[in-house]
């Protein structure tokens, strides 16, 4: 059995170990704003936070994160996230909008490590991230639009 | 175990599937699981006609026959309706309509779709009128109740008014009389002077939840106690199943069955990683009697042998033989050839089964032909169509790929269903390696292209032979396979296009921008070559061969000012550019390139100029612009799938089917360019001009022609 915090609550999950924390917050959890793209840490579609870091929850384990915590989406808060999401509203970021989740995610964790991301940074933190809609130019835009919007 | 032997209450899958319940249940983990958006609207929605619906809440929500698959049909239909209905932008909503081909059909080919940039175009007048009958029943209905003439009444911002008297209210509260009005035999639309809303950076109606991850995609519809079904496919095209044991797949934890469908190994599970696991587990072996056993390299030679032979006549201006043989010409010659290529949507395909108590049936999916999907859905479980309900889904990206005739997709999907009985609900989901491996690609062509040039260095002759998959199945010319080429916009006297279609096991598909995809590519490097050779700018030059096209001209002499064409190119660089007109909308690029240091094309930045007609929503716009250029970028650098030898697919995932990714992805700048024509599309134009603009930045820059793809392959 593993016990592990999901936005602030306590959770068990005692099915196959070998499940991807994917699935359990998915199937399980029913906690569906994290996607599947790849299952092969290649698209970022997946991206959660785990104790505080972006991780691809599509190769981790649910055995490995006994005691973590963990953060979706859904339950993404914080002024880096009200800028990230302020700021993806403003410059209407998404298309099809099914990669933003975990666009968004790995944007969160990044402001929160970085508070004035320069382009390198942004390309370090979100070149893990696919967006097949190509919505880069924006999330770029987006990203320095937070962090201006951060900063007064 | 079979299915049937399941106990489907929602304890039995609770404990059988090892989930405890924890202590403390936050608000938000309480929330139920989506269960899918259906169509049309929830039934509190009054409906005023077929694509207008009403709220009590005063909200206006447009059935939408048009998938938002993020090219922003929502948005723009929505807009229309909210300007001739004046509603305020904020009541506006979105649904997608029924299933119905003949309620919804796409006035450009008769069934209801999504495809070849046609939402807005079509819609234009349709979805106009929808509104304005709607606006002239509700003021119909408010006079009434008001005893005032209809002529008093005026609607701003989503609020009736009569100003002698004073009375005002929303939408709302005359959503049922409005409703039991007659619709106006020739409701009057606005004329474009009076536009409020039209031409305005409206914010996305489908923004918000594409942020906050309630956004519902056919992924996350989970109908309780639903089965997760997966397909083990071959890894060739047209192979078999010949013998499979499932006997360890079927020992892995909460794998429920497994059957054999036409496509390949079902696998039944409780939840999705099991249904993967068990996937893995399975040992097939695979009969390649049917499948295509050539290599890319193959198929290939094998095309290139048609070049010789006559082939099917698209276009025959003038006299080209004439031209080529006349005295003193120089002729110019290339030969490109272009892989496959997946679509690879973000979200895969997928599908999810309910039937209802009453034995009907609903289907969850995103599908670019949902009347299409349902007609096969029924067949295949022996239903009549009027016992299932297709209800799209927002979906996750397509590009074409969602657009299957006869819906194989679905049919793989409702054999899938149908062999486990229904007692369950189920949802199918594709993986990103049954993506990349399931065929339906944007198909190999080899082009080759002769050019005339003649003793006063004036282009005389041009003559285009594209082998290549028909996409629509034909034996005779196929005009998605020369579109682009067979209409060139330069003024080249003598001009012939021929086709030669040829038979592949691999199935074929449109991929966004269809035929433009290899004929944009190969039409505006060859061009630019010829142009170079005569001592020509490729801009001026360009603009010489395009007198009478004034569109062309238009955006082309944009996008050069906006580049500043002409200007110095920073060290290291050089500029490229290509105008291409599809689906009725014109685009020019220009790049500025550089190398990387992986040897290949750095893009820095593209100008852009787009001539769509009246601009719905320049927002829009300008985003489908850059997705477009991404998209096709990412194509021309990195992607092909490959048959290797003996005719596996060799690729499965991105990280061998490699996306273009943000460090790559240039600065874009887009300019639309002001008019009245009538609005046409831009969900795939973006695409075609940018290949070639790189082809001759990385030419110019290089000395190297691009006459393979994709150029990561090459360098
Ligand atoms: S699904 Fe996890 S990285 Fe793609
Ligand atoms: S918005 Fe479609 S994949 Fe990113």
Redesign the pocket.
Known sequence: MVTFTLNGTERTFNGDPDT?L?WVIRDFEKLTGT?????????????IHLDGMPR????TPISMIEGSDVVTIEGISGKEAEAIKTAWAAIDVPQCGYCQS?QIMSAVALLQMVPKPTDDDINSAMT?N?CRCATYHRIRAAIHAAANSMEG | MAIQDIDITRRGFIAGSGLVIGIAMAPKLLKAAPTGVPAGGGPELVPMNTFVKIGTDDTVTILSKHIEMGQGPFTGLATLVAEEMDADWSQMRAVHAPADNDLYANLAYGIQGTGGSTSIANSFDQIRIAGATARAMLIAAAAKEWQVPVSEITIKKGRIRHAATGKESGFGAFAERAALQNPPAEPKLKAPEDFILIGTDLPKLDTRSKIDGTAVFTLDVMPDNALIAVVAHPEHCGATVKHFDDGEARKVQGVVDVKQVASGIAVYADNTFAGLKGRDALHIEWDLSGAETRSSEEIAADYVRHFDEPGIVATNNGNVDGAFDAPGVQTVEAEIIFPFLAHAPMESLDAVFVMAPDGSLDIYTGAQFPAMDRQVAAEILGMQQSQVRLNTQMTGGAFGRKAQFGSPYMQEAAAVYAASGGSRPLKHMWT?EDDIRGGFYRPMYAHKLRGAINQKGEITAWEQIIVGQSILGKVDLDETSVEGASNLPYAIPNLKVTSHNVELVVPPLWWRSVGHTHTGFAVETFVDELLVKIGRDPVEGRLGLLSGRPRHTGVLRKAAEMADWGSAVPEGRARGVAVVESFHSYVAQVVEVSVDPEGIPRVHKVWCAVDCGLAINPNVIKAQMEGGIGYGLGAVLFDAVTLGTGGKIVQSN?HDYRSIRINEMPEVAVEIIKSSERPTGVGEPGVPPIGPAVANAWRSLTGTPVRQLPIVNIV
């Open positions: 991807p994917l996607k599947y793209g790849c299952g092969i840490a290649q698209c970022g579609a997946c991206t691809r929850s599509c190769v975990g893990g696919i | 990103r991105f």
